[in-house]
């Protein structure tokens, strides 16, 4: 009997949590740019949302925040005491806790989908935006900490920088159930003009899916590789995740989400006849809304009595015209049965709703260091350890004193000694 299961990894929100407006084409991180944050609410939000799917009767995971200040980038960089505007903006970026968005950590294809029956991971260079391109070594440090059990697991560093690759959110897994063979959907973005793009950066390259497709060993016949609309990208949808989400059979989507939906939904369907397709018309909820509400950026669960739920930001239940869709859906007879929202606020306004937060890995939880995943009881002490150690606000205008990286530092510190984790320090 197959024991594997979709676990959601969870990115801790880090102590230096703050809106410095550094992600070009994501329109609420610059919205926010300059706001004060408040990195305890932000963290204690994040275990709320753990503590929410872990009462659903899902597994739950997580994984730690990054060091930061990042001395080492600002030392590459030649930067001591910022001297203009660029070089304030390049430390604020040492100090992003832009690690939380653990969808951008690395693309995961499960044991049933790869040659060697292990389940892959390579992490993702973020090589797009300078704040996040520092990430990936630290992350592949945890990664192979988490999955270090060879048996099961193979993490690849991430791929060569020439191609810009930001991971699971450009990435949708449909099988008709978690452990089976799955149809892997690499979705990529052109900067050309022509493809309706240009004015923001198109993050994720068709290269970088094809290098992560053959690193996994994934058989071409059960791979997509679509492009991304790119008018979906120019109103904000920075990452796929932005504009769709799948689970198991069903995918759901903005019919703007991609290049050709047509051929998309049609070789979806060839590869996968027991697909369905729940298509969003901008008729009833635009482009515009659906990036403002952050509608797609959902956690599509299977719930564990087998119906499909919908894990929304706040922000999209409170929306009138996403709202109706909602409901309309509810009432109909279509495959995701409940609709679920949850308080993710302080990340939301840098652009990360439920399902930038969370990292999907299909496996059996016992193969998995079970330092890295969650109960009540953990829960519970970090909560604790947060609203002690995590700092309550931070103002942009502090980002570079002392005090401020001493609290920031010790925060962590004490979180990796309480999940005896040191060996990330
Ligand atoms: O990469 N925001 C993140 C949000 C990532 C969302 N992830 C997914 N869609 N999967 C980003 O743009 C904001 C940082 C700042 O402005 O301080 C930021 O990095």
């Known amino acids: 009997m197959s024991t594997l299961v979709e676990i959601n990894f969870d990115g801790l929100v880090g102590p230096s949590h703050n809106y ?67 070089e304030r903006r390049l430390r604020a970026a040492a100090w992003s806790a ?85 149809l892997e959907i690499f979705v990529y973005g052109k900067h050309t003009k022509d493809s309706g793009g240009g004015a923001f950066p198109a993050r994720q390259h068709e290269q970088a899916s094809r290098a992560v497709a053959r690193l996994h060993g994934l058989d071409p016949a059960r791979c997509l590789f679509v492009e991304q609309s790119g008018e979906a990208i120019a109103a904000g949808a920075f990452h796929n995740d932005v504009v769709a989400v799948a689970n198991e059979r069903v995918l759901f989507t903005h019919e703007l989400a991609f290049a050709d939906p047509e051929g998309t939904y049609a070789a979806i369907r060839a590869a996968l006849p027991e697909a369905e397709i729940v298509i969003v018309p901008a008729s009833a909820v635009s482009l515009a809304d659906a990036i403002a509400s952050y509608l797609f950026n959902a956690q599509l669960l299977t719930l564990p009595g087998g119906e499909m739920g919908l894990v929304i930001p706040l922000e999209a239940w409170e ?65 604790k350890l947060i609203a002690k150690a995590w700092p309550e606000q931070i103002d942009p205008a502090d980002l570079g004193r002392d005090s401020l990286a001493a609290s920031v530092i010790a925060a962590r510190a004490a979180l990796l000694d309480a999940l005896d984790l040191s060996a990330l320090a």
């Open 20 to 86: 410095a407006g550094l992600s070009l084409g994501n329109l609420a991180s610059a919205k926010h740019g300059g706001s004060v944050s408040y990195p305890r609410a932000a963290a204690l939000q994040g275990i709320g949302k753990m503590r929410h799917n872990m009462a659903l009767g899902l597994v739950q995971g997580l994984l730690c925040p990054l060091p930061r200040p990042n001395h080492g980038f600002l030392g590459a960089l030649g930067i001591a005491e910022p001297a203009d505007e660029t």
């Open 319 to 383: 929306h009138p015209a996403v709202r109706a869709w909602l409901d309309g859906m509810l009432a109909s007879n279509g495959p995701i049965r409940r609709v679920l929202p949850v308080d993710v606020r302080q990340s939301m306004a840098n652009g990360g709703g439920p399902a930038c937060l969370r990292l999907r890995v299909v496996a059996d939880p016992a193969t998995v260091d079970p330092r890295f995943l969650l109960t009540e009881a953990r829960a519970d002490m970090l909560e």
């Open 98 to 182: 832009s690690s939380m968005w653990t969808a951008n950590a690395a693309t995961v294809s499960p044991a049933p989908d790869t040659a060697d029956g292990r389940c892959h991971l390579t992490a993702a260079n973020l090589v797009t935006m300078p704040h996040r391109s520092q990430e990936w070594p630290d992350t592949v440090r945890q990664l192979r900490l988490a999955f270090a059990d060879s048996a099961h697991f193979a993490v690849h560093d991430a791929v060569p920088a020439c191609f810009g690759d930001e991971g699971a959110a450009n990435h949708m897994r449909m099988a008709t159930s978690h452990a089976a063979h799955g």
